[in-house]
C-alpha cells in the first residue's frame, strides 16, 4: 500500500527541480525519507538475527560420523582412520557455513542414534556388530543424510589418488590398451576368481 508519503517523497526531485517544494514541505520529507530508511534497517537486522545459524558438530558428532563412515565402506585391516577422517572433516566444514546442511547432518545423527537405542538400547557407535549396524544403515539409506555421507566418501575414498596403489589401480589404461591384458587381476584385495583367465590363484 502507498501512503500519500511515498508519492510526496517519490515526487521530491521533481518538486525539487521546479521549485515547488517550502521549506517547511522539505524538512517534513527530510523526517518522514528517515524513518522509512529506519524502519528497513531494523527490519533487515531482525531478518539476520532470525536468520538459520549453523549447528555446531564437535568431537562426538565427529567420532559418530566416522564409525557410520567406516561401516558404509569397510576396509578393516586395509584403510586407515585417515582417509575416512578426511570426508568427515569436509563434511564438519561444509555444515561450519552452510545452515541447511548442518541441520541435515544434526538431525540425521540424532535419528540414527534414536533406532539404535529403540532396538539394541545402545548409541549406534556402541552396537556390537557389523552386521547390526548395517542394519541401521539400512534403515536410513535413501535419506539425503545417508547419501550425503556416502556421497562424500565414494569420491573421497574411491576417486582417492593417494589411495590408488591400495586398491591396484594402476590410473588410466585407455592409452595402454586397456586392462584385459594388462593389470586385469592384479589387485589382492577381492576375492580371486579362477573361473577367470589370468586369476592369481
Not at 582417509?83 to 538431525?107: F, G, H, Q, R, W
Not at 574411491?158 to 584385459?180: C, Q, R, T, V
Amino acid at each position: 500500500m502507498i501512503t500519500n508519503w511515498e508519492r510526496f517523497i517519490s515526487n521530491l526531485p521533481v518538486r525539487l527541480a521546479t521549485g515547488r517544494l517550502n521549506r517547511r514541505q522539505l524538512l517534513k520529507a527530510i523526517l518522514a525519507s528517515t524513518a522509512v530508511a529506519g524502519f528497513a534497517s531494523a527490519n533487515a537486522g531482525h531478518a539476520v538475527a532470525n536468520a538459520p545459524v549453523a549447528v555446531k558438530l564437535g568431537k562426538e558428532q565427529r567420532a559418530f560420523m566416522l564409525q557410520m563412515s567406516k561401516d558404509i565402506y569397510p576396509h578393516d585391516g586395509f584403510l586407515d582412520d585417515e582417509p575416512y577422517l578426511k570426508v568427515v572433516d569436509s563434511l564438519i566444514k561444509e555444515a561450519e557455513t552452510d545452515s541447511a546442511v548442518a541441520k541435515m547432518l544434526n538431525d540425521g545423527l540424532i535419528d540414527l542414534d534414536q533406532r539404535a537405542y529403540k532396538i539394541y538400547n545402545s548409541s549406534y557407535a556402541e552396537v556390537k556388530g557389523y552386521g547390526a549396524r548395517e542394519a541401521l544403515l539400512r534403515q536410513i539409506e535413501t535419506t539425503d543424510f545417508f547419501q550425503k555421507v556416502r556421497g562424500g566418501l565414494l569420491f573421497g575414498i574411491y576417486d582417492n589418488k593417494d589411495l590408488y596403489a591400495k586398491f591396484g589401480y594402476e590410473g588410466s589404461s585407455w592409452e595402454e590398451g586397456g586392462y584385459i591384458d594388462r593389470g586385469f587381476s592384479d589387485m589382492t584385495w577381492l576375492p580371486q576368481d579362477p573361473r577367470v583367465k589370468g586369476d592369481k590363484k
